[in-house]
T-cell receptor
Framework: ETGVTQSPTHLIKTRGQQVTLRCSSQ?????VSWYQQALGQGPQFIFQ???????GRGNFPPRFSGLQFPNYSSELNVNALELDDSALYLC???????????FGDGTRLSIL | DQQVKQNSPSLSVQEGRISILNCDYT??????FLWYKKYPAEGPTFLIS?????DKNEDGRFTVFLNKSAKHLSLHIVPSQPGDSAVYFC????????????FGKGTKLTVNP
């Protein structure tokens, strides 16, 4: 069984640029969530997708957007990058309901 | 306002002894709690969970205790092993583990041989 995979593992961008991060969910998982983890902090919920529809959003501005595809893989897009966007971005998938979320290893995004 | 708090940034224990990691929450709507373990350069790994209808859940060396009246939960690891050295995150959610998780800042556990 393949777990959650994320790409790329590392990325360096400059302020004002745009970035797309990708996530393949664990086999059979129809729910994908994205989290941002700043240094020294716990992961913070960005949004969740369930069967290609956004299903909840955290306290992040509209320049953070996402997509979920029919195969349940997902993208996180961030426009107009700011220095504070430097963080580890984690994707998690689950079967829904009481089932726990399983995380990928994340994408480390650095903004110069 | 931090709804899930892990007040100890770090904890050091001897191999074979008990590790106790603590977590407090403020939102009384939370009804499902999870512990994740994170090694450097890896994503968080699910460890154990507990529903608010229980006060204890056990899985091998790991036991989670929930005190709803105190809004407090703890993770006990017995016996502790050097491979348990990692950052442990407490997370809470409403309606089940697949919903939005609210995390604490984590506690770094070091188990010394």
């Amino acid at each position: 069984e393949t777990g959650v995979t994320q790409s790329p593992t590392h990325l360096i961008k400059t302020r004002g640029q745009q970035v797309t991060l990708r996530c393949s969910s664990q086999s059979g998982h129809n729910t994908v969530s994205w989290y941002q983890q700043a240094l020294g902090q716990g992961p913070q919920f960005i949004f969740q997708y369930y069967r290609e529809e956004e299903n909840g959003r955290g306290n992040f501005p509209p320049r953070f957007s996402g997509l979920q595809f029919p195969n349940y893989s997902s993208e996180l897009n961030v426009n107009a990058l700011e220095l504070d966007d430097s963080a580890l971005y984690l994707c998690a998938s689950s079967l829904g309901g009481a089932q726990p979320q399983h995380f990928g290893d994340g994408t480390r995004l650095s903004i110069l | 306002d931090q709804q899930v708090k892990q007040n100890s940034p770090s904890l050091s224990v001897q191999e074979g002894r008990i590790s106790i990691l603590n977590c407090d929450y403020t939102n009384s709507m939370f009804d499902y709690f999870l512990w994740y373990k994170k090694y450097p350069a890896e994503g968080p790994t699910f460890l154990i969970s507990i529903s608010s209808i229980k006060d204890k859940n056990e899985d091998g060396r790991f036991t989670v205790f929930l005190n709803k009246s105190a809004k407090h939960l703890s993770l006990h690891i017995v016996p502790s092993q050097p491979g348990d050295s990692a950052v442990y995150f407490c997370a809470a959610t409403i309606k089940g583990g697949s919903e939005k998780l609210v995390f604490g800042k984590g506690t770094k556990l070091t188990v010394n041989p």
